[in-house]
C-alpha cells in the first residue's frame, strides 16, 4: 500500500448547531488530486496526545463534493473526550491540523431502483447529508427514500431546516424525525416531514411492514454509536428477515 497523504485542513468558521453539536467548515489546502465519495471520512491528526493511537480521530465529511476544497464535519461533545475537548474547547478559526483520506466504503448504492433506509442518530446524519446533497446536485433519487434521523429532543434537532427541505428537493424522499424524550411534539408541518416520539427502529419497522416494502429491492445505511446500530441490525435480521447483505453501517465508537 502506499504511504497515507496526509492534507492539511484550514479551519474557516465554526457554526454552533445545538448546544452539544458544532459544525466545522474547513478548507483543504492541497495541490494533489484530492477527491471523495459522498459518506466516506477523514482521519485527523489532532495535537491532543503524544502517541498516534492518542491523536487520530475519524469524521464523517458532512458536505458533497463542491470541488473548492470545502469540508464540513459535525461533532458532537462527549464529556472529557479529549477530541472534544479540543473541537469545543480549543481550536479556533485558522487552526490547522492534518488528515489523511478518504477512507470507507459506506457510500449509495449506484442502482437507484431500490428503496432506501438511511437510518442514523445525532451527528450519524453526517455522512448521509452528503449524500443527500448528491442525490439534490444531480436532480436524482431511488424509488424511495426515507431518512429516519433521531435525537432526544426537539433543540437537539441538527439540520433542522435541511431536514424539512429534502422532501422538497429529492423525489420520493420523506423525513422523520425521532424525539426520544421530548413531551410536547409540535407540528413541522412541511410535506413529508413526519415527527415521531421514541426511538428510530420503531419507525423503520413500521414504514417497511404497513408499506410492503420489497425486501429484495430495499437497502438499510445505518449510521451512529454501536448501541443503535447493533439494536437495528438485530431488528432488521431477526424482525424484518432483512438479508445481511442489504445492510450496510458506519460505526462511530
Ligand atoms: C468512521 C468514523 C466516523 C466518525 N464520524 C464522526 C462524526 O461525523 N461526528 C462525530 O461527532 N463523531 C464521529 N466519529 C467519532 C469520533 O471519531 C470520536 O470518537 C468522537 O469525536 C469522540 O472523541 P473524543 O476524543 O472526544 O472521545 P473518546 O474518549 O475518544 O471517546 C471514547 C469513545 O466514546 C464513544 N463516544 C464518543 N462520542 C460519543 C457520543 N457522542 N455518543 C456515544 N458514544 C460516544 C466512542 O465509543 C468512543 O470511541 C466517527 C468515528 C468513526 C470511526
Keep these: 500500500m502506499p504511504p497515507a497523504i496526509w492534507y492539511p485542513l484550514h479551519l474557516k468558521k465554526i457554526i454552533h448547531e445545538t448546544e452539544f453539536t458544532r459544525r466545522f467548515l474547513f478548507e483543504i489546502e492541497t495541490t494533489e488530486h484530492f477527491e471523495y465519495q459522498a459518506g466516506q471520512f477523514l482521519t485527523c491528526d489532532l495535537p491532543i496526545g503524544d502517541k498516534r493511537a492518542q491523536r487520530w480521530r475519524s469524521y464523517s465529511i458532512a458536505n458533497w463534493f463542491s470541488g473548492k476544497g470545502e469540508i464540513e464535519f459535525c461533532i458532537s461533545y462527549k464529556e472529557k473526550g479529549p477530541a472534544s475537548e479540543y473541537f469545543f474547547n480549543k481550536i479556533q478559526v485558522g487552526n ?109 419497522k413500521s414504514i417497511f411492514q404497513t408499506k410492503h416494502v420489497d425486501t429484495t429491492k430495499s437497502i438499510f445505511l445505518i449510521c451512529g454509536w454501536n448501541a443503535m446500530i447493533d439494536e437495528a441490525v438485530l431488528h432488521l435480521l431477526s424482525d424484518l428477515k432483512i438479508p445481511r447483505e442489504k445492510i450496510r453501517f458506519e460505526l462511530y465508537g
Design 96 to 204: 490547522v491540523f492534518k488528515c489523511k483520506g478518504p477512507e470507507g466504503t459506506f457510500i449509495l448504492p449506484e442502482n437507484l431502483d431500490q428503496n432506501v433506509f438511511l437510518i442514523c442518530t445525532g451527528t450519524g446524519l453526517a455522512p448521509f447529508r452528503a449524500m443527500i446533497q448528491k442525490l439534490i446536485s444531480y436532480k436524482t433519487s431511488f424509488n424511495s427514500t426515507h431518512l429516519i434521523y433521531g435525537t432526544r429532543f426537539l433543540k437537539d434537532v441538527i439540520y433542522k431546516s435541511e431536514l424539512i427541505a429534502w422532501p422538497q428537493q429529492v423525489q420520493n424522499f420523506n423525513t422523520h424525525i425521532c424525539l426520544s424524550r421530548e413531551n410536547n411534539l409540535t407540528e413541522l408541518n412541511a410535506p413529508g416531514v413526519y415527527q415521531h416520539s421514541g426511538y428510530v427502529h420503531e419507525v423503520y
